[in-house]
Each structure stands twice: as structure tokens, then as C-alpha cells.
């Protein structure tokens, strides 16, 4: 076994072969980016060496720059991961000639299998199923065309040296075929510098089933069985699972044996996988008429690899390191066994409402639920930031994996949904709620598999708001009281109770929900009971309002319902977590938006009687909008009020200490013409 290895990647995957080699006695170094100098994969490894900038060209592909840390730290062998470096031939062929194990397999394996067109025909020699199509070398025009005209419409045009879904196109018909191609020519020459292509046909609801396979130098090699990888957006996975649902031994056994052969025909060492397109000709009720063809193999440890782990029980990047050292494979075809179904989630950064767009930002609130580390853990959390970390625009968005493994595909589903639900983050958008929706629609619980779900769900999977205003209000409501409660001092005089000597004390409250304008009505009555009233008119929502915050959170009680709610405020928005989902509120504070009216002008007036505390300004001082101005105390609360616009303060007209009167002008301000 190694002494050191440097882990030429960052992120989940840097930390999770961190881990691992830890375990193992393995001293690790870490390389890191500007972006990434106080990464968490910095922290998780012995050593770490700068690299370069944060763009991935100005570090994370700088081989010469990597190979050389690996001298100066005296690592013997060098860990890929995924993506970057790890499918580089020229990379691989430079890590041995430096005298430096390449945790992967030989460079002329990744070489054969890098070029979809050249994997084929050695795929076709192996005797490995391929689906009908064309795999030339000539990229004649009339050719392509006359071969797609062959095949039969629907066609796939793919990059060759393609991958991640780019330079794809599906075509319909014949004369839509020199457009698609035109497009599928000029991102394939942008992504890969390579804009050959090949032409397959387009397999109707298909399946993407992939089976995990591993050689080692002594001629030994094993699958380690499939992953369902059909969920996708963009040709993006989303949601993988092992086993794939409704696969037969008699089915899972020529997949396994054909992808070793796939394997064999490179001469494979390492962790791979390869690639399978399954067709249902006889539908999701006839699992056992599935057709599979070869599509690719990955020279690499895939980012679903923790459900192989789950249900094998195994680590697969202890095989890496074993295999890498020259050490045989640690078991046999027939002493590898399934337990159970295990299913991973991928947390990224975007917006599924707005076709998935990108998100960056800084995690604010990052938490995770109860999970462990190992193999065949219930719930395991894969990840390479903390909280308070920022998702910068130069990596992957991926924020973390969640993988949970059960004693059926029924159980494991059930514990993916809690722990979904577990995880609250606030500061960027997510596909958290998504992916709960996804998990919950008909085709993901009964197991009708295909590429096409998303689309076809499309229906309950975007623009949902499981949360409605009345229990995203309470939830405000509450959070309000707990931290006046947190605020309260030891005098009885600073309680916020709203013990009154006669009558009741109603408090009004403003939100913005769903784009809407809403209010709420906050009675305490005596004994210390609370009456909210969310809405107006026929949709108001009455009741008593009852809560007992815990370390988990609130139990909230309101209009029949009860729950779990964590809310976590960030500025005027609570976001607002629940077993039902997650949502956003916006609680207006009428005092902070005192004067924000076109109609005030410059005016600043109080909207109720209360005492100016302080101001944060003096006469002649330039504003901007937003700006804190002066602090008021109402309803034993403080409350900021800022300025509606660019300005300078003419005038204050009262002290610290003044009583005022509801509608008096606290200040003027000479609000800046607009350009």
C-alpha cells in the first residue's frame, strides 16, 4: 500500500478518497485553487499545495503544475477522481513516466474508450451489443444523412469524443437532420475541440442502466452489478439507484458479463463503468423482454458510486488504492453479493423552476440529517462544503450527494424523503424540494423507469408550493415571539408577552407570499393564549396558535394542522422547512418601509406611536437606499428604518428619547434626482 497520495481534484470527491485513505493509514496532499484556499478538502488531507488560479484551465487541469506538487510532497501515487484529469490519457501517460501510480487505468485503456466511434468498434470485435447505428471514421455530409435515413427516424447524433449530455441532438424526421447536425457540430468543436460525430438510433423510452466493473494487474476482473441511472434532466443524472428495479438474474448476469468483456477487450485495470442503453419493448410491466446496448464506458470512479457501496457493503476507493499498489481484487464474481436497494440524491445549486439555472451564493444555513460515513450506512451525506462556504460559478454545482440504503427499494425511498426533508439550506436556490417531488411522483415510486420521467411529470414536479400561506405564516408569526422572547431581559417590563392590564392586545403583521400581499392578526388573549387570523374575507384561516420550540426545531400547532417547522431568517425572508416541503415568506416590517411610498417623497414618518431610540445619521449626511436611518421602539420591539432612496438628510426633527405620534415626520430627506 501507498505511504502518501495526492488527490488531484476538489470538492466531495477529493474529500471522500481523504477519508478512505485515512482510514487505511494513507497520508494524503490536497491541491487548491484561489477560489478554494479554505476549502473543505484543504482541511480533510495532511498536506495541500496551491495550484493556481480559480479557473479550472488555470489549476485543476494543470497537470505539469500537479505533477510537479506530487514531487515536492514525496506522494507515490496520484487519486484523479472525477472529471478534470481523470479521463486524460496524456495525463495518465505522464504520471507514469514521472515515475508516479496513476489511480486509474492504463492510459491506453482511457485512449481506446475516450472516442465513442473507436469504443464501438471495439465493442462490436468484443461481441458486446451495440445499438444499430453508424460508427465510421468519414464525416461526408451525404453520408451521415444517408445513413440516418438507414437507421430509421428517430435518430441520436453524438459527439464522438462527447460526454455530460453536450454535443447531442435527437432528430425527428429526415429534413430536420443537416440543422440538428449543423448544432450537434459546432458544440462538439466547443466542449471537446472534436466535432465528429456518430449516429445511432434513437431508442424509444429507454433505460440508462450502468454496471460497475473492476480489473486489477493479475488478469482478474468483476462486476460489481448495475446502477439505474434513467433519471435526468439535460442528460444529467438525477436521482441513481442499485439494483435497478426489476431486474432479472438471468438479465443482470449477461449486462455483468458483457461489461466485463467490454473491460477485457482494453485490457481494464480500476474502477470503470460501462454504459448501458435498455429498451422495454414490452413495457414497465415486462421487465424480462428488456434489450441493453452498449453506449460508452466511463475510465473513472462515477459520482454514483456510493450505492454500488451500499448494497456491496464495500469501498470501492480502497479497491482503487489496493489495485493501484499492485495488490489483487480483494473478492471474487462469486463471493460478491446484494443487500438491499440503495438510492443517491445529487444536491446542486440551481433552480429547476428556471430550467435548472446555475446558482452561486454563499451557504448561509447548511444542514444535514443524522447520517454515518460507511458503506451500507442508512443515510450517508457525500460532501465538500460547510456552512457558510460560497458555491462560486467555476466548479460543478453539485452542493453534496445524500445516499440512503434500505432493506427494500420501498424503505430506502421513505428514508430519501426524510432525509431530503432534513436537509434545510438557505442562501442559494436548490433542488432540494425537487428532488423530494421527483421521489414522490407515481413513475418514481412504481418503478416505470426511463429517461423521459421528468418531462413526463412535469405536471407535479415544477412550480409546486406544498407549504400554504396559513402555516408558512404561523410558522413567521412564531419565529417573531422566539426571538422577542430571546431578546426579553430579567425586568418584568421587558417582556413581550402582551400582558395587558385591560382588554386584549392585537398585533397586525404583513408578508409577501407566492407574489401576493397577505396580513395576519395576532390576538393574545388572557391566560397567555394566542388567536391568529391569516388572510382576509372568506379565505381567512382562524385559530388558536400553539408552539414549543425544541432542538429540532418548533412543534407548531394552527387550524388543525401540526407540524415540525425550522425557520431560519435572512433579512426580511424566512425560509421556512416542513415534513410537507419547503417555502419563503416575507415579513414586511411596516416601520423599515415607513416612507418607501412615491407619494411620501422625501417624508420619513413614524406608522405608529412609539419612541425614537437613535439615529444613525446626521443633517447633511448622503444616503443610499437601504440605508439604516434611524431606530424606532414600538410594541416593545426596535425596528430599523431605511431610506427609500438615494438622498442626503436635510433635517432631523426630533432627539433620542422623543415619544412620538403616529404619521410624524421623524426626518427629511432630499431625495436624489434620477438620471
Keep these: 500500500m501507498f505511504n502518501k497520495i495526492l488527490i488531484a481534484n476538489r470538492g466531495e470527491i477529493a474529500c471522500r478518497v481523504a477519508a478512505t485513505a485515512r ?66 490519457e496524456n495525463f495518465a501517460q505522464a504520471c ?3 515515475g508516479l501510480v496513476f489511480i486509474g487505468p492504463p492510459a491506453s485503456a482511457i485512449n481506446a474508450m475516450g472516442l465513442k466511434a473507436e469504443s464501438k468498434r471495439l465493442m462490436e470485435q468484443a461481441q458486446v451489443p451495440l445499438v ?7 464525416q461526408d455530409r451525404a453520408l451521415l444523412q444517408a445513413e440516418a435515413d438507414r437507421i430509421g427516424y428517430p435518430v441520436l447524433i453524438k459527439a464522438s469524443a462527447g460526454g455530460g449530455g453536450k454535443g447531442m441532438r435527437a432528430v425527428d424526421k429526415a429534413e430536420d437532420f443537416a440543422a440538428a447536425l449543423d448544432s450537434c457540430k459546432r458544440e462538439a468543436i466547443n ?18 442502466i450502468e454496471i460497475q466493473v473492476f480489473g486489477d494487474t493479475h488478469g482478474n476482473c468483476v462486476y460489481l452489478f448495475e446502477r439505474d ?42 474502477a470503470g463503468t460501462v454504459e448501458f442503453i435498455v429498451e422495454q419493448p414490452g413495457g414497465y410491466e415486462h421487465p424480462e423482454q428488456m434489450k441493453f446496448y452498449f453506449m460508452e464506458m466511463n475510465t473513472r470512479l462515477q459520482v454514483e458510486h456510493p450505492v454500488t457501496e451500499a448494497i456491496t457493503g464495500l469501498d470501492l476507493v480502497e479497491w482503487q488504492l489496493r489495485v493501484a499498489s499492485g495488490e489483487p481484487l480483494p473478492l471474487q464474481q462469486d463471493q460478491l453479493r446484494i443487500t438491499g436497494h440503495a438510492i443517491e440524491a ?104 426511463d429517461t423521459a420521467l421528468i418531462p413526463r411529470e412535469q405536471a407535479v414536479l415544477f412550480h409546486q408550493e406544498p407549504v400554504g400561506l396559513p402555516l408558512a405564516a404561523a410558522a413567521a408569526v412564531v419565529q417573531t415571539l422566539l426571538r422577542e422572547r430571546a431578546s426579553e431581559g430579567v425586568d418584568p417590563f421587558s417582556r413581550r408577552d402582551g400582558f395587558h392590564t385591560h382588554g386584549v392586545v392585537q398585533r397586525r403583521f404583513e408578508f409577501e407570499f407566492g407574489g401576493e400581499h397577505a396580513k395576519a392578526w395576532l390576538t393574545y388573549e388572557r391566560g397567555g393564549r394566542l388567536h391568529l387570523a391569516v388572510g382576509e374575507g372568506a ?59 412615491a407619494a411620501e417623497g422625501g417624508r420619513l414618518t413614524a406608522p405608529m406611536p412609539g419612541k425614537v431610540v ?15 436611518l434611524a431606530v424606532m421602539e414600538a410594541m416593545k420591539m426596535e425596528h430599523t428604518i431605511a431610506a427609500p432612496a438615494d438622498g442626503v438628510v436635510q433635517e432631523l426633527l426630533y432627539a433620542p428619547g422623543d415619544q412620538v405620534t403616529e404619521g410624524a415626520e421623524l426626518l427629511k430627506l432630499v431625495v436624489a434626482e434620477k438620471a
Excluded at 53 to 78: D, F, M, N
Excluded at 132 to 138: D, V
Excluded at 253 to 268: F, T
Excluded at 349 to 370: C, I, M, S, W
Design 191 to 208: 466542449s471537446f475541440g472534436d466535432d465528429a460525430v456518430l449516429i445511432e438510433k434513437y431508442v424509444q423510452r429507454p433505460r440508462h
Design 539 to 597: 379565505a381567512q384561516v382562524a385559530g388558536p396558535l400553539a408552539f414549543n420550540a425544541g432542538a429540532q426545531g418548533v412543534e407548531l400547532q394552527f387550524a388543525g394542522q401540526r407540524t415540525r417547522a425550522a425557520v431560519y431568517a435572512q433579512g426580511e425572508v424566512d425560509h421556512v422547512f416542513t415534513p410537507l416541503g419547503a417555502t419563503q415568506i416575507t415579513a414586511i416590517d411596516l416601520l423599515a418601509h415607513s416612507g418607501e411610498a
Design 346 to 449: 445529487r444536491i446542486c445549486a440551481e433552480n429547476p423552476d428556471n430550467q435548472f439555472l446555475p446558482a452561486t451564493g454563499t451557504l448561509h444555513v447548511y444542514r444535514k440529517p443524522a447520517h454515518s460515513s460507511f458503506a451500507r450506512a442508512d443515510v450517508r451525506v457525500d460532501d465538500g462544503v460547510r456552512e457558510g462556504d460560497t458555491i462560486s460559478p467555476f466548479y460543478d454545482s453539485m452542493v453534496a450527494k445524500l445516499i440512503v440504503h434500505g432493506d427494500t427499494r420501498e424503505q430506502a425511498l421513505a428514508r430519501l424523503d426524510e432525509a431530503l426533508a432534513q436537509t434545510h439550506i438557505v442562501g442559494l436556490a436548490t433542488n432540494v424540494q425537487f428532488l423530494r417531488r421527483v421521489a414522490r411522483t407515481a413513475s418514481f415510486a412504481k418503478a416505470q423507469l
Design 229 to 270: 441511472c434513467s433519471v435526468q434532466r439535460r442528460h444529467q443524472k438525477v436521482l441513481e439507484e442499485a439494483p435497478a428495479p426489476g431486474m432479472t438474474a438471468e438479465l443482470r448476469a449477461r449486462m455483468g458479463e458483457a461489461a466485463v468483456a467490454a473491460a477485457r477487450a482494453v485490457h481494464y485495470v480500476g
Design 23 to 88: 482510514r487505511l493509514g494513507v497520508k494524503t496532499v490536497a491541491v487548491y485553487s484561489d477560489a478554494d484556499a479554505s476549502a473543505k478538502h484543504v482541511a480533510a488531507c495532511d498536506e495541500a499545495v496551491h495550484i493556481g488560479g480559480s479557473a479550472p484551465k488555470e489549476s485543476y487541469l494543470r497537470w505539469e503544475v500537479i505533477l510537479a506538487a506530487a514531487k515536492a510532497t514525496g506522494a507515490q501515487a496520484i487519486h484523479p477522481g472525477y472529471g478534470f484529469l481523470s479521463e486524460n
Design 614 to 628: 437613535s439615529f444613525a445619521v446626521q443633517a447633511g449626511d448622503a444616503v443610499t437606499k437601504g440605508q439604516p
Design 96 to 98: 507514469a513516466d514521472a
Design 132 to 138: 444499430p447505428g453508424y460508427h465510421g471514421a468519414s
